[in-house]
T-cell receptor, first 111, second 115 residues
């Protein structure tokens, strides 16, 4: 059974730092991996989608990598800003096209 | 503006009551989904619908029911059979019918509290 883990559950860093959020999954047979952002009490916003054949995707200051063989993905945020404070969730699409979600990493960027 | 709306934002339920959460989308998406989010846990799929008049149970469908009479609408009813309904409920939609194949777009959520 596919399981998705995000560690740490919470992270606090000073503004301006580059940071990495981690996502690991137990079964490498995935269709794709997605990163989402969730602001407190709000819905989710899709940030990046990496197909299983891809190694990385970039959008602005965000870069997501995927290593299927090791069951890991990272979300790199460059030059962090207070507006980046949110919970970041990753989800993998398994071989049945179902989304399996991590519990998220709550990120706080201190001014 | 295209998007997904959910109402109400906050909902309170008494013991033994059924309540219905609304979800509407104007993105012309075929597929719609309902998720439940609890603190410290990943999202869990309740029901999904790939086309009008068809829907399938997700991982935690017990105590919930849905309908899909229109492409734009996918209401979720939380019945009295759901013993622990207090949670944040998220509705989503995607272009195609394969749940994870396309990007999902989410509504703002409904927070349901049992009194």
């Amino acid at each position: 059974k596919q399981e998705v883990t995000q560690i740490p559950a919470a992270l606090s860093v000073p503004e301006g730092e580059n940071l990495v959020l981690n996502c690991s999954f137990t079964d490498s047979a995935i269709y794709n991996l997605q990163w989402f952002r969730q602001d407190p009490g709000k819905g989710l916003t899709s940030l990046l989608l990496i197909q299983s054949s891809q190694r990385e995707q970039t959008s602005g200051r965000l870069n997501a990598s995927l290593d299927k063989s090791s069951g890991r993905s990272t979300l790199y945020i460059a030059a962090s800003q207070p507006g980046d404070s949110a919970t970041y969730l990753c989800a993998v699409t398994d071989s049945n096209y179902q989304l399996i979600w991590g519990a998220g990493t709550k990120l706080i960027i201190k001014p | 503006d295209g998007g997904i709306t959910q109402s109400p934002k906050y909902l309170f339920r008494k013991e033994g009551q059924n309540v219905t959460l609304s979800c509407e989308q104007n993105l012309n998406h075929d597929a719609m989904y309902w998720y439940r989010q609890d603190p410290g846990q990943g999202l869990r799929l309740i029901y999904y619908s790939q086309i009008v008049n068809d829907f399938q149970k997700g991982d935690i469908a017990e105590g919930y029911s849905v309908s899909r009479e229109k492409k734009e609408s996918f209401p979720l009813t939380v019945t009295s059979a759901q013993k622990n309904p207090t949670a944040f409920y998220l509705c989503a939609s995607s272009i195609g019918g394969l749940a994870g194949a396309d990007t999902q777009y989410f509504g703002p959520g409904t927070r349901l509290t049992v009194l």
